[in-house]
């Protein structure tokens, strides 16, 4: 029998989830849940489009639901709430407030009898997996991880829930003499303003307080206040032509040493280029999903993370097929 998957929100996530559900042949769509009129929302497949005030009438229709909402005032919530009905499955990356997350979706799955997952995407989530194996292989070095030039999603939702502000696209930057020197191996110590640049272009409503929304953008803790932030105000149309792609990616490196006098000296560099950030995090998202529900019938509950999935229960392949052709 096929996992039956439900998607919370239809934005740039929800339609990549749709998509990557598509190129499974284990996993069909269930449903698409709304907070928007259902007849208002036109979806690529033909599966019930329902509102999110009528998805209790679903919990023994679908086997995880993956939630697509942003992290700044969505997930905080939307998770902890439909793990107490579903298998969930979200992609909160608000790094600081990760462990708080984890505990009230942890408190939440369990009480409930469901399984859920946190943080899943490239970072956290894959990003997350090769800090910890390069952590592993190489305890005596450091880490460091790099994200850019690419459109944030979490990063642009925030920017566009300020009031005044009707459109909005956000860009990571990476220092390009920082990233130039932990690929060399000199392990240098920096700050977090010191490794990343943040451009933002924005579509203000009309008669919005542009100095206000810039001042709000740039104060923001944990998205822009501790980065050197640029804020440029556009009108709609030069919005449409020069800021609607959602490419990303990103780097990550271990730079240490092994030796009885730490004489060789190894740097491990992981990357991404993606020409979709929505796309690509939607494709981790229903691997982990596949693996949720086979942790789900092997009776596991409660919240977990990448850190507790094995890679075999991610893939279509048997074990056999993996020995034979991955290993």
């Not at 850019?148 to 009031?163: F, L, M, N, P, T």
Request: aromatic letters at 8%; proline letters at 4%; a negative charge.
């Amino acid at each position: 029998m096929k996992t039956r998957i439900g998607i919370l929100g239809y934005g740039n996530l929800g339609r990549g989830v749709e998509l990557a559900v598509s190129k499974t042949s284990d996993m069909e769509l269930a449903a698409v849940f709304t907070r928007r009129d259902p007849s208002s929302l036109t979806i690529a497949s033909s599966v019930p489009v329902v509102s999110v005030n009528d998805i209790g009438k679903w919990t023994d229709k679908i086997d995880v639901l993956i939630l697509c909402g942003g992290s700044a005032t969505d997930l905080p919530k939307q998770t902890p709430a439909f793990a107490s009905k579903f298998n969930v499955i979200d992609s909160f990356d608000t790094h600081a407030d990760i462990p708080s997350h984890f505990a009230k979706v942890n408190e939440a799955a369990l009480s409930s009898g469901h399984i859920a997952m946190i943080s899943v995407g490239w970072d956290p989530g894959l990003f997350s997996l090769i800090r910890a194996l390069t952590n592993a292989v190489i305890p005596d070095g450091k880490d460091y991880t790099f994200w850019g030039k690419g459109v944030s999603q979490g990063h642009s939702d925030a920017v566009r829930r300020i009031a005044g502000v009707r459109n909005a696209k956000q860009y990571t930057i990476p220092v390009d003499s920082a990233l130039a020197s932990v690929r060399n191996g000199e392990n240098p110590e920096l700050t977090t303003r010191q490794k990343h640049l943040r451009e933002v272009f924005v579509v203000a409503e009309d008669g919005a307080d542009c100095a206000k929304i810039e001042a709000e953008i740039k104060e923001m803790p944990k998205y822009f206040s501790d980065y050197d932030t640029t804020v440029h105000f556009i009108d709609e149309e030069t919005f449409l032509r020069d800021h609607s792609g959602m490419a990303h990616g990103g780097f990550v490196f271990r730079s240490g040493t092994t030796g009885k006098n730490d004489e060789h000296h190894h740097v491990v560099e992981f990357s991404l280029k993606l020409d979709s950030n929505p796309e690509f995090t939607s494709s981790v998202l229903v691997a982990y999903a596949r693996a949720l529900k086979r942790l789900y019938d092997e009776g596991e509950r409660g919240c977990r993370t990448v850190f507790d999935i094995a890679p075999a229960y991610l893939l279509e392949m048997s074990r056999e097929e993996m020995r034979a052709h991955l290993l």
